[in-house]
């Protein structure tokens, strides 16, 4: 069957169903953005000439709102409690059902068990049939759900599903027997899926596949009427939890900032002002969606305190004209020395409160300082207020880089995780992306390839690993390798320059771009990218 793009979303949101705050929530998003979605849905429908797609049978199942997981997200809702994920979400509902998928939704195991046709009280029972979907979207949560469900089957059907994991999964933290006998073992990886399988929030490591969400898309008149209405000394900060306010040292530089900007604060309280939110901070509460985003049109500044990490409202400030003012974390937080990343699969050091900002936005939108440093702070918060309004023909507001997050990428990175063949081991030649985007590149000792792709304002593509794991790749590097190794090893392909020994790697599951080990150079394989669209290179289209 042909998929149709659909523009009304009601029937979506009788799908979405009700019970819970998180799913309120999640409908209000949908509802608020329908325009929007609308809009982006016949833009890209003309765009295609009206080309024949498939419909596909897609079953999402939100495994972390089940009360089979404990749902500790739902009561928390309305009390400042994680929305991202939530956004998320209903981001990728909206995203598929607008692309005109066939659609199954559920929140239960009992909705679980009924869409995959296991007999109801027979929990273990092993779904043995086919199985009745194109595509399952859904979280670590969901996954257990579906093996202690499906049983041995959930093999066989493996390469079906997409697993949202906002923060990622590492191939050393995936592969069970690699993760057991190196000690990369915690309670979410070893699934022993193709590591294109997890979908993150933002673009961490080209490892994994990138989800994103999706943040307001401005006509020219809404931007020329937030410039206008900006209110130039006014700072809101980023936390709606009173504990987010705990930082050290917070009176310090909330005492700085006071001294030239009035503060504004979104937190959450039940009768009285959280004590930890100074007297002088103008408190609105835990705002709707809609009126943050109204308070972010008026404010200059959007400043964070460390906590919560890579969540969406920096980029909804900055779409909406604000600067970010973030922290740096010196050491980086990971899950090494971070309890909040402790247990979580992936070894990835986080450089400040949100790095894809720092790293894919930057200045002038993003400023990324010390905290510590109370004059560092304070330059960057008189810096701030020189900075005149963003304005259309200087620099570009909101930022190109953006638009990664804006519906027509959010159809394309939807599309593009649709592919069924990241099947385990896959060994047939990518099409996509064209071989001809290979660049080569050595890194550092110690360097992971995405860093080292980086630093040639590349991006590592694994899927052009196996191009690469061979010794011709070796000789073309000109490296001289007395021995060559063939292993399973995270960091394979590698060279060891003090041994003169090079690695090749044994184990697809293994190839790695975050992977870096300190005696290794790794071998990577490179491609360049369209800027504000990470996943396409310049010949991709
Ligand atoms: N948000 C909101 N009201 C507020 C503060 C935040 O609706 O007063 C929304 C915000 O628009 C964003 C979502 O909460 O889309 C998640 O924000 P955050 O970046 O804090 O990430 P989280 O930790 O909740 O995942």
Redesign the pocket.
Known sequence: RQAAFRTDLTALLDQVGTGKESLSFMKRRIRRLAAQWATAAQRLDLKLHRRWREQKKILVHVGFLTEESGDVFSPKVLK????????QWADILTTLYVLGHNLKISVSVKELQGFLGVPPGRGSCPLTGPLPFDLIYTDYHGLQQMKQHMGLSLKKHKCHIRVIDTFGTEPVYNHEEYATLHGYRTNWGYWNLNTRQYMTMFPHTPDNSFMGFVSEELNKTEKHKIQQNKVKNMAVV???EASMWKLQGKEKFLEILHRYMEVHG?V?YETQRPPEVPAFVKN??????Q???QLLRKAKLFIGFGF??E????L?AIANGCIYLQPKFRPPHSSLNHEFFRGKPTSREVSSQHPYAEQYIGRPHVMTVDYNNSEEFETAVREIMRIKEFCASETPFPPVNVSVVWPRGMFMQVGESGQVSWAENSTAPPCWPPLSALRFRMSAEGQSCVDACRSSDLVCEPAFFRYINNKEALSKLQVQCDVVEFEMNHVFPAFSATARECGLQKEPLLFSCAGFANKYRRVCPCRDFRKGQVALCHDCL
């Open positions: 400042g409690g994680p929305l991202g994920e939530m956004v980023y936390g709606k979104t959450y609105h509460g835990l705002l709707p969606q009126d943050l985003q919560p990490y969540g969406p409202a920096p909804e």
